[in-house]
């Protein structure tokens, strides 16, 4: 059978990010900055950092600035500030189909961040204090597209998806009591008579599946102003599968991530991170989903004491409840003759004593190997570059964001001059090369 999923890709959708200030800003310096924390109407009565909701001014899509004190506190003297931004989003309008690198999204983030800061008064110096060498980012989200035959077909592999997500991540030895590692929302949503989001959560990173609606609340979705253009681009989205993987900034800090210029030229990380969903469902493993007959548990070559325990599994039992575990005592050496006999049996049968029989047949989807094959870049069709969020458009939105900036800066009524300003020096390398190749 042909396989019904067409073409893919991988991408940075949104991110956070703290930059912290120099260190080394004397009292009368840092008053000189001019660095924001309240409102243009503020009244005085709170000395607590406000939080800042700012409209692209680009776009007219929302992001946010948090100013953070010395310390970590919300009060005092700013030690820097915090960005959370969708970038495709902010730029041109939407991120139904985009190419993007980390070092680009944190890269227009910080140009993000500039402007802010310089739309609120904060002088050009205060903004020198704020460098690119100071930038950390995490978590992000890096967004995978996976574009199938038909909407119907796409909503079908989620439904896939979470049914084997759900039978292993929510049984087993790393299931937690009373929650789900696997769920959806809407909680009651049942293929095929609902549309719904697969979510699945893990200390490690968070991930997301699913296919974007059209006027979904609160989302923002520009239309493209080419009808032709619109049709095309809205259409392939609702059969892509999207996959969001979010590494939790730990991760990026352990794995020695969480500065943009890690990810220059550093395709394998991108894949380190779909592997982190990969490696979660277990694809890898050889999983048994049809029936097993006696006469073959009988015939297998183990002991007799683990075919004991896989007729129990089969027939709907507890690990409590096998003998053999009985005679033990002692917690720790039945876990250990546990975990040696479910290991022996998953290898001769593909059956895991952790999951229910039921839940394993009815549950796993062995074949979604394919759909988490690492899809490599997303590349946008020419004809659309300048309308998607590409290697063409993020360029251009990049310097008019910094185009706005020294307009703020220099107080000037012409805020977008005839020709761009210079790039600053950290991020002018990124328009040399695509930074992720």
């Not at 490690?204 to 619109?230: C, H, N, S, T």
């Not at 990969?278 to 073959?296: A, F, Y």
């Not at 004593?353 to 020419?382: H, M």
Request: a negative charge.
């Amino acid at each position: 059978m042909q396989s019904p999923l067409l073409k893919g890709g991988r991408m940075c959708d949104s991110i956070q990010m703290f930059v912290s200030l120099e260190s080394d800003i004397s009292d009368d310096e840092y008053n000189e900055c001019r660095f924001p924390w309240q409102p243009e109407d503020y009244d005085g009565k709170r000395g607590e950092f406000y939080d800042f909701e700012v409209k692209s001014p680009l776009t007219g899509a929302g992001f946010l600035v948090k100013a953070v004190g010395i310390g970590g506190i919300r009060h005092g003297r700013i030690g820097g500030y915090w960005l959370s931004v969708n970038i495709p989003a902010c730029t041109v309008g939407h991120n139904r189909e985009f190419v993007n690198g980390v070092y680009w999204a944190a890269g227009i983030a910080w140009a993000f961040l500039r402007y802010f800061l310089a739309s609120r008064g904060c002088t050009e110096k205060g903004l020198s204090y704020i460098p690119w060498e100071n930038v950390r980012i995490g978590p992000l989200t890096l967004t995978f597209l996976k574009e199938f035959a038909s909407k119907e077909v796409a909503l079908s592999i989620i439904n896939d998806v979470r049914q084997h997500a759900e039978a292993i991540l929510n049984h087993g030895p790393h299931s937690l009591p009373g929650k789900k590692k696997a769920y959806v929302k809407p909680e009651a949503a049942e293929w095929p008579d609902d549309v719904f989001t697969l979510y699945i959560r893990d200390r490690e990173f968070g991930a997301d599946l699913y296919v974007k609606q059209p006027r979904v609340e609160k989302a923002f979705l520009k239309k493209i102003d080419d009808p032709e253009l619109e049709s095309e681009v809205q259409g392939r989205s609702e059969r892509t599968v999207r996959i969001e993987v979010t590494p939790h900034g730990a991760w990026l800090r352990e794995n020695g991530l969480d500065h943009p210029d890690k990810w220059m030229n550093n395709p394998g990380d991108y894949e380190k991170v779909f592997n982190l969903i990969k490696k979660k469902l277990q694809l890898g493993r050889q999983w048994r989903t049809n029936r097993i007959r006696r006469s073959t548990v009988s015939n297998l070559a183990l002991p007799d004491a683990d075919k004991r325990c896989l007729s129990l599994h089969i027939a709907g039992k507890e690990p409590a409840d096998y003998p053999v575990l009985r005679e033990y005592q002692d917690e720790n050496a039945r876990s250990k003759r546990f975990s040696a006999i479910r290991s022996r049996i998953f290898d001769a049968t593909g059956i895991d004593l952790c999951i229910p029989w039921k839940v394993q047949r009815s549950g796993i989807r062995p074949g979604l190997a394919e759909v988490f094959e690492y899809p490599g870049e997303f590349v946008p069709d020419e004809h659309l570059q300048e309308v998607v969020y590409s290697r063409q458009s993020a360029p251009a939105a990049y310097h008019r964001l910094e185009g706005l900036t020294a307009g703020l800066l220099s107080n000037s009524a012409d805020a977008e001059a005839d020709e761009w300003p210079d790039t600053p020096p950290p991020i002018r390398g990124m328009f040399d090369e695509w930074g992720d190749d």
